[in-house]
């Protein structure tokens, strides 16, 4: 790799976050006039560069995965809204809420994180906590009849995207421990 390659990599490591601080610069500046926005671009270079040892290390994204996985996502969270809702105002003897054991399939930690996220964004997940030296998340579900059931969709429609998004290795048991 040539010394400017290494420059550019070193000044432009966080592409995306470089855009958004010099986009919330002008935003903040109201203003789009060229020495504001070339401005914002050099904060946007700068800040990154001051920041880089606190930023986790970038990762390969698959973009259009990602749109795609985006959108069954909110569509879980509208869907779960209206189940939710029913619950709720319907008679709380139907509710039957569980503590359900999410084997994790990674030690990625981004993946790990966004699927802990994603489980507790969706209503009726009351909270999520990862528990790494179990590789589990333990989630607390409002109304669920079968844990294990639970769980697997959850691997299935969340994590497994997620894995493919990331490109992240699958780990067995045995590794994880």
């Given at each position: 790799?040539t010394?400017?390659?290494?420059?550019?990599?070193?000044?432009?490591?966080?592409?995306?976050?470089?855009v958004?601080?010099?986009?919330?610069w002008?935003?903040l500046?109201?203003?789009?006039?060229?020495?504001?926005?070339?401005?914002?671009?050099?904060?946007?270079?700068?800040?990154?560069?001051?920041?880089?040892?606190?930023?986790?290390d970038?990762?390969r994204?698959?973009?259009?995965?990602?749109?795609?996985?985006?959108?069954?996502?909110?569509?879980?969270?509208?869907?779960?809204n209206?189940?939710?809702?029913r619950?709720?105002?319907g008679?709380?003897?139907?509710?039957?809420p569980?503590?359900?054991?999410?084997?994790?399939?990674?030690n990625h930690?981004?993946?790990?994180?966004?699927?802990?996220?994603?489980?507790?964004?969706?209503?009726?997940?009351?909270?999520?906590?990862?528990?790494?030296?179990?590789?589990e998340?333990l989630?607390?579900?409002?109304?669920?009849?079968?844990?294990?059931?639970?769980?697997?969709?959850?691997?299935?429609?969340?994590?497994?995207p997620?894995?493919?998004?990331?490109?992240?290795?699958?780990?067995?048991?045995?590794e994880?421990?």
């Amino acid at each position: 790799m040539t010394t400017s390659t290494q420059t550019t990599r070193k000044w432009f490591s966080h592409p995306i976050l470089t855009v958004l601080i010099a986009l919330s610069w002008m935003a903040l500046i109201h203003s789009v006039e060229i020495f504001h926005i070339v401005a914002g671009l050099c904060i946007g270079l700068v800040i990154p560069r001051l920041i880089q040892p606190f930023l986790a290390d970038r990762h390969r994204v698959n973009w259009l995965k990602a749109l795609h996985f985006s959108g069954i996502v909110l569509w879980d969270i509208v869907i779960s809204n209206v189940i939710v809702a029913r619950l709720v105002l319907g008679k709380l003897d139907n509710m039957h809420p569980i503590w359900i054991r999410v084997p994790l399939a990674s030690n990625h930690p981004t993946v790990n994180a966004l699927f802990a996220t994603i489980i507790t964004t969706t209503p009726g997940t009351v909270s999520a906590v990862v528990d790494e030296q179990r590789g589990e998340i333990l989630v607390h579900a409002l109304n669920c009849e079968d844990g294990n059931a639970s769980a697997l969709d959850m691997k299935q429609r969340y994590e497994r995207p997620l894995l493919e998004i990331f490109a992240a290795e699958v780990v067995t048991e045995q590794e994880q421990h």
